[in-house]
């Protein structure tokens, strides 16, 4: 009887789909959204989006730093059964982000023409980039709402909800593009407006969240833990808040750079470049995306056989997809330039040199992008913030300054490659500093603590009532071996028994499968948790007069034990009995 990954991959194949899906419709919309512009209104729409982009990304800030820190704050406290601070991190992180939003929105008359000319250094470029900075922020308050409840939906038994938001809102973005666009005339302000709108159709799923009886998290009315939730879950998102500003910072930079020293095609160029990013988020965003929707659950019920599990399978996935994607744009990016209406000339041989270079990053940006989701999800958000900081400004914006000016924008693309590289070299040798000085946890790169003051029996069964008696039997040995009474250890017993059994007659309707057992000795207590993705079931609300199960001992468990708690996360049952230890005399 050994622990097995069997749940673990079992929850990221039924998880994966739904991320990569809601990653694809993500990135996919904004990556044709540029090819539509660039199609529809010309090179310079498209460098004009680039401009525009650290005011989008500014604007989204408070949204990904509320989404992704309360996500995984509630997600954490999921995986400890503590709801009511879950539900409240969830509503106080929604109410914040909708503030926020809506004080940005009362800036939308004064501040876009500003911005516009500020950051595009010509006339041009800012009659292009002003009516689509202006739309984006009339519209702030749908995105926010929109990103929040995406992020808590799938932390909160529901990817599937969560990634339908995104694939309806860029389905709906794209056609309306055309239909602003074209049909309209409405030009870059149309391109914009699309966005909104698309996002406030995604916002039906959210009607279907509240509705479904699998949801764990409640919002709540304001009291006097707002704040203090509200700040939880900005301190969780610190990384993403870090990650947001510095790539805004490094775009203002980078972008005022290469328009003043190289001229607007050389940013047409540099803004395919830019959404070679958003290609490669594409194919890995939604893979990685497992980590912020497994791991913090798990991190939360201690679970580190689980998260290092997690952790390998996601980075197999990642490369495997990354390798392909790499040989496409080294051998074909023409085809890549050609989408974004670059389809000769001397740009045309430009692009083509400056992809080749650029897509040779996407190796160590997949691994960044590991780190930072990783130590964000398990709540080591100052980690997750250098590795940010490094990759987002402190790395890139030099080293791409000296590429520009020594070796114009091939330099640029080929100083991204090192940057990345040196981004892992410094983060891996400011963890291995933080460990040693006794900063950071223990535990190698996924910072998992050794359990040595506890004792443990943790495996996994399979649904079968022989493999259940196995595991009864070997229980009592080890309480036995571990000077347990044999009172508390009958009581444990009987509690493998009546809740196993009843896992492998009613929770699998006979289709092969395993259950996960751990059994802890903890300060005064025992703690006998069993984890199983059958058939939704809580003992809690078990009554002796259901007829369509026969589960006796159940109630006179409830008598014996100190404690039972089920919750339903990662739509797996969760089960843990708590029985206090016997004073001696």
């Known amino acids: 009887m050994e622990r097995n990954a069997f749940l673990i991959n079992r929850k990221i194949h039924q998880y994966i789909l739904p991320g990569v899906l809601m990653t694809v419709a993500m990135q996919l919309g904004n990556v044709v959204d540029g090819m539509i512009v ?10 004009a989006i680039e ?7 500014l604007l989204q800030m408070p949204a990904m730093t509320l989404a992704m820190g309360g996500a995984a704050e509630a997600a954490v406290l999921l995986g400890k059964r503590d709801m009511e601070k879950a539900g409240g991190v969830f509503s106080a992180s929604l109410a914040a982000g909708i503030a926020v939003s809506l004080l940005f929105m009362l800036f939308t008359p004064f501040l876009p023409k500003t ?14 980039a002003c009516p689509y900075i202006m739309v984006n922020f009339g519209g702030i308050p749908i995105l926010t709402a929109a990103i929040i409840f995406c992020y808590f939906m799938n932390a909160d038994n529901h990817p599937q909800l969560g990634s339908m938001l995104f694939i309806i809102a860029n389905i709906v973005n794209l056609l309306l593009d055309f239909v602003f666009i074209k049909g309209l005339r409405m030009g870059m302000a149309g391109s914009a407006l699309s966005t909104v709108v698309g996002y406030l159709a995604g916002m039906v799923t959210v009607v279907f969240y509240f509705r479904s009886k699998n949801r764990m998290l409640h919002l709540q009315k304001p009291g006097k833990n707002l704040f203090r939730y ?14 947001t500003l510095m790539s805004a910072l490094k775009s203002v930079i980078v972008n005022s750079a290469i328009v003043r020293v190289l001229g607007n095609d050389s940013m047409a160029v540099y803004s395919v470049c830019a959404n070679a990013v958003l290609i490669a988020e594409l194919c890995v965003g939604g893979i990685i995306g497992l980590i912020q929707n497994i791991a913090g659950i798990l991190y939360g019920e201690r679970d580190y056989f689980g998260i290092r599990t997690l952790c390998r399978r996601v980075l197999a996935y990642s490369y495997l997809a990354i390798a392909g994607l790499l040989l496409v744009f080294l051998a074909v990016p023409q085809v890549i330039a050609g989408l974004f209406g670059i389809t000769g000339g001397d740009m045309l041989g430009l692009c083509k040199t400056a992809l080749r270079i650029f897509a ?3 190796p160590f940006y997949v691994y960044n992008k590991f780190l930072m ?25 030099p080293f791409s300054l000296i590429g520009i000016f020594l070796w114009r924008l091939p330099g640029a693309c080929l100083m991204a490659v090192a940057s990345e590289a040196v981004t892992i070299l410094l983060s891996f040798l400011y963890r291995f500093w933080g460990q040693h000085r006794g900063r ?3 535990g190698g790169v996924y910072m998992l603590p050794e359990v040595k003051d506890e004792k443990f029996l943790d495996c996994s069964i399979g649904n079968d009532i022989e493999e259940v008696v196995a595991f009864r039997d070997r229980l009592l040995l080890f309480c036995a071996d571990n000077h347990i009474a044999e009172r508390e250890a009958k009581i444990l017993g009987l509690a493998v028994e009546e809740l196993a059994v009843n896992i492998v007659q009613y929770g699998y309707r006979g289709s092969p499968n395993y259950m996960d057992i751990s059994f802890t000795v903890q300060d005064d207590k025992y703690i006998l948790r069993i984890r199983d993705d059958g058939v939704p079931f809580n003992p809690l609300e078990y009554k002796e007069q259901e007829q369509h199960v026969t589960l006796g001992g159940i109630p006179l468990l409830k008598k014996l034990i100190s404690d ?17 230890m016997m004073l001696k005399t």
């Open 38 to 47: 660039g199609n529809l209104l010309g090179a310079d729409a498209m460098a």
């Open 51 to 57: 401009i525009a982009m650290p005011v989008l990304l």
């Open 115 to 128: 911005l516009a000319l500020a950051l595009s250094g010509n006339e041009a470029l800012a009659a292009l």
């Open 230 to 243: 509200a700040g939880q879950a900005a301190r969780a998102g610190i990384p993403s808040a870090a990650f």
């Open 360 to 362: 040779c990053s996407f």
């Open 373 to 397: 989701s990783y130590y964000q999800t398990i709540l080591q958000p100052g980690l997750s913030t250098v590795v940010t900081v490094l990759q987002g400004f402190l790395v890139i914006v």
């Open 440 to 442: 950071f946890v223990a």
């Open 564 to 580: 039972i708690q089920y919750t339903r996360v990662l739509n797996m049952n969760n089960t843990v009995v708590e029985l206090h």
